[in-house]
């Protein structure tokens, strides 16, 4: 029981609305980006990310997105055709639009920095027009990535699937997902990510990223708690706060609240992907009924295998992987 009901007669349990873009990662970590020389490519944008973990993870997984009309854009589709996300309504642009790039500087485990080149992306030109109702009320869950929402038609988009998803009772996740080079002022990006959250069922964000969206409506004070109970007298029901190497807390509509640290990873590569792989494995136990616990753990040693590893794509873990890891964890802390 974790105060959220899907529909259970649907195709697909969770679809992905956003971006799908190329991470470029650098091989040669520990180093600033002007001493990098080679970098490896993937398959990525943090929407991506989060349906390829729940796709690794053996749910049943589709994608609502745009991609360029070249060789990125083939790549990233055929990536998703390999983990049997259904595409159908993956449209590809035919106006010149280029896949977005992040480049990731890793300068040492806690310095990770990314610069993304996002001129003319295709993710940002989806029209509300290109949004298939009849896909969306195939799935159980739809997750709302914040960055669609930074410019039209991308924007229009996002709201016209909100409109379907609640139609056809597809329960609604929105990831924040704040990237401060994609909007022109962090009161855009409030006003826009407030009309979207006050619509979905479950929330999830980093701390500062509740500060952005608390510039327009306050409070002056920042409180996780007071945080969520704003979102619970909307729609919500489920509002994640995320802190970083410091966890989560995670609040429930009817007061419940869990505070959940981190794993540990032997060795942290980079920090980023980390908040994906949560979102990923979180919401997986969401879907499979967990109490929210369980889905904070799972989610938290997901993150921590992800930042072992040089990608976030790629690395995105098995149940096993995540289940084997928990045990490891549980057998030390027991000697
Ligand atoms: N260095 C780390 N080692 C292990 N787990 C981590 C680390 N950093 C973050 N996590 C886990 O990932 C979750 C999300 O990380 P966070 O950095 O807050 O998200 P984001 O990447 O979106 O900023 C945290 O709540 C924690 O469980
Ligand atoms: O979201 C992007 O466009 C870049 C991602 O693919 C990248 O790997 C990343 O930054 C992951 O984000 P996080 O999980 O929020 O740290």
């Given at each position: 029981m974790n105060h959220i009901t899907f529909q259970?007669?649907?195709?697909?349990?969770f679809i992905g609305l956003g971006r799908l873009c190329i991470d470029l990662n650098a091989?040669?970590?520990?180093?600033?980006m002007e001493e990098t020389l080679t970098f490896t490519k993937y398959v990525g944008g943090s929407p991506a990310n989060i349906t390829i973990a729940l796709a690794k993870l053996g749910a049943r997984t589709g994608f609502i997105g745009k991609v360029s009309d070249d060789q990125f854009g083939r790549f990233i589709k055929s990536y998703l055709h390999k983990l049997n996300?259904?595409?159908?309504?993956v449209v590809t642009d035919h106006t010149g639009a280029v896949t977005g790039l992040a480049f990731t500087e890793i300068k040492s485990p806690t310095d990770c920095s990314i610069l993304m080149y996002r001129n003319?992306?295709?993710?940002?030109?989806?029209?509300?027009?290109?949004?298939q109702e009849d896909f969306i009320k195939r799935a159980k869950a739809i997750l709302i990535s914040g960055?669609?929402?930074?410019?039209?038609p991308s924007r229009e988009a996002v709201f016209q699937a909100i409109e379907y998803a609640r139609k056809h009772q597809v329960v609604i996740i929105f990831d924040?997902?704040?990237?401060?080079?994609?909007?022109?002022?962090k009161e855009e990006t409030a006003i826009y990510c407030n009309l979207v959250a006050e619509q979905c069922d479950v929330i999830i964000a980093g701390r500062e990223e509740f500060d952005v969206m608390e510039?327009?409506?306050?409070?002056?004070v920042k409180d996780d708690s007071a945080t969520a109970q704003r979102w619970f007298e909307r729609q919500a029901k489920i509002v994640v706060v995320k802190h970083g190497g410091d966890g989560s807390i995670v609040f429930t509509k009817d007061g419940g609240s869990s505070q959940g640290g981190i794993f540990p990873a032997?060795?942290?590569?980079?920090?980023?992907?980390a908040g994906d792989s949560f979102a990923g494995a979180f919401i997986y136990g969401l879907l499979q009924g967990w109490p929210v616990e369980k889905c904070q753990e799972f989610g938290s040693a997901s993150a921590s295998i992800v930042v072992s590893s040089h990608s976030c794509s790629d690395a995105m873990p098995t149940v096993e992987q995540i289940e084997n890891l928990i045990r490891e964890h549980r057998a030390n802390s027991s000697i």
């Open positions: 259970q007669d649907r195709e697909l349990d091989n040669e970590i520990n180093r600033p996300i259904d595409t159908r309504n003319n992306v295709a993710d940002l030109k989806l029209e509300a027009g290109e949004v960055t669609a929402l930074a410019s039209s924040v997902d704040y990237r401060r080079w994609t909007w022109k002022s510039i327009v409506t306050g409070p002056e032997k060795q942290v590569i980079k920090t980023f992907g």
